[in-house]
């Protein structure tokens, strides 16, 4: 069974950086299909960023495009996400998920594992 966990939010600044890390561990973490959601209150969950589980193929919604990163290390079995240019509209909880074999953007309804969440705020 897949276990992930984030780890890297707080609370920052518009303009600021934060780099959010996702562990993963159980199964074979380097066959991963990995991305990034995130959900406001009272929004529903979005797409962020994914990756490959070859890590050949990364994809960023148009509204994080030029600011977020999305990179993994499969030698950590870790996921991560830089963040730069932080503005308000990007707080919310950020979950990191996971599906065999995944190669790009897919519903949220269709990863199979997921983290617990970490919070990121931003100010204004």
């Known amino acids: 069974q897949v276990q992930l966990v984030e780890s890297g939010g707080g609370l920052v600044q518009a303009g600021g950086s934060l780099k959010l890390s996702c562990a993963a561990s159980?199964?074979?973490?380097?066959?991963?299909?990995m991305a990034w959601f995130r959900q406001a209150p009272g929004l529903e969950r979005e797409f962020v960023a994914t990756?490959?589980?070859?890590?050949?193929?990364?994809y960023l919604a148009d509204s994080v495009k030029g600011r977020f990163t999305i990179s993994r290390d499969n030698a950590k079995n870790t996921l991560y996400l830089q963040m730069n240019s932080l503005k308000p509209e990007d707080t919310a909880v950020y979950y990191c998920?996971?599906?065999?074999?995944?190669?790009?953007?897919?519903?949220?309804?269709?990863?199979?594992?997921w983290g617990q969440g970490t919070q990121v705020t931003v100010s204004s």
């Open positions: 990756i490959s589980w070859n890590g050949g193929r990364t």
């Open positions: 159980g199964g074979t973490v380097s066959h991963l299909g």
């Open positions: 998920a996971a599906e065999y074999f995944a190669l790009g953007p897919a519903p949220a309804n269709e990863y199979d594992y």
